[in-house]
Each structure stands twice: as structure tokens, then as C-alpha cells.
């Protein structure tokens, strides 16, 4: 009963829930490299526990930002968890749910690391996979790309569940 109690306890739809900016995003309009990580609660009553996570990447002299993010819906039908499109507005709602960025590398640091996450996107070993718990999940992503590329620093939220998967 508990469980049917959780799942109703919503009042957005997801085809409704706000996908806009949240104007935290370095804006494109600035020249130089940059690397930011988003974390927003996840959709519905999985909000209450975990967040979803995602990165974006912006090229010294880009217009637009490369988001790399891991969904599970589509995988069942042969969709790959591990998309990336380009954008304007990496820092867009997660259904509703506002992003907080929990890590930004700008400049040349960021320049010298976006080919690094790159390379590491392309080896990601569970592209096509995606498990709610104990993961890989959204949050496995981001963490994994974090420990292919220790220079970031990156220290994920306590709420990111399956950031640790695979370690």
C-alpha cells in the first residue's frame, strides 16, 4: 500500500514539467572552456532519496554546450542510457526539479580537460545499460567519468546513488 502511496504522490507530469533554464549555466556567450556537473532531484517521490546527475562540457569558443547525461527510458527498446546533444542550456530543469551545479572547472584548466572527459565518454563501459539500484545509473556517469579524469576533483553529492557502482 505504502509503495502505491509513493507512486501517486506527484502532482507534475512529466510531458509538463518544466525543461527551462535556470540561468546558472556560464552563459555561451563567454569564450572560454568550460566544465559544469548538475544535480537535481530526481522525478517524482525518487526526489525524497537520490538526484539525478549530469555534465556539460563548452569548447574554448563554442556557442553551445555538449551534455552528456545517462536516462533509462528507451534502453529496452535498444536506445543507448548514455546520450549527449548539444545545447544553449545545459542547466535546464530535470522535470521540475531545479539543478543545483555542483562543480565548475573554467579556463584553461577546463581546455585541457574536456578532450580527457571526451575519451573517457567514448570508453564508457555501460553505455547501453541502465539499472534504477543499485545502478549504473545517471549518477554512475558522471562518477565514473570522475575517476577517469582525477584532475576534475570531483566530489559527487551524498544523494548521487550508484556513484559508486563499479567501483
Not at 142 to 148: C, F, K
Request: charged residues 15%; neutral net charge; aromatic residues 16%.
Amino acid at each position: 500500500m505504502l509503495f502505491w502511496v509513493l507512486v501517486g504522490c506527484t502532482s507534475t507530469d512529466w510531458r509538463t514539467a518544466s525543461r527551462e533554464s535556470a540561468g546558472i549555466a556560464q552563459p555561451v556567450s563567454e569564450p572560454g572552456a568550460v566544465i559544469e556537473f548538475y544535480a537535481a532531484d530526481a522525478f517524482s517521490w525518487r526526489g525524497w532519496f537520490a538526484v539525478h546527475t549530469w555534465l556539460a562540457i563548452k569548447e574554448q569558443g563554442a556557442q553551445q554546450y555538449t551534455v552528456y547525461e545517462v536516462v533509462g527510458w528507451g534502453v529496452d527498446q535498444g536506445r543507448p542510457a548514455l546520450r549527449s546533444y548539444k545545447t544553449p542550456t545545459p542547466d535546464r530543469y530535470w522535470y521540475g526539479a531545479k539543478p543545483d551545479k555542483f562543480h565548475m572547472v573554467s579556463g584553461a584548466k577546463a581546455a585541457e580537460l574536456i578532450p580527457k572527459i571526451q575519451a573517457a565518454a567514448k570508453q564508457y563501459p555501460w553505455v547501453n545499460e541502465y539499472t534504477l539500484f543499485p545502478g549504473p545509473n545517471s549518477n554512475t556517469f558522471p562518477a565514473w567519468i570522475g575517476r577517469q579524469v582525477p584532475e576534475l576533483e570531483l566530489a559527487m553529492p551524498f544523494s548521487a546513488i550508484g556513484s559508486g557502482y563499479g567501483d
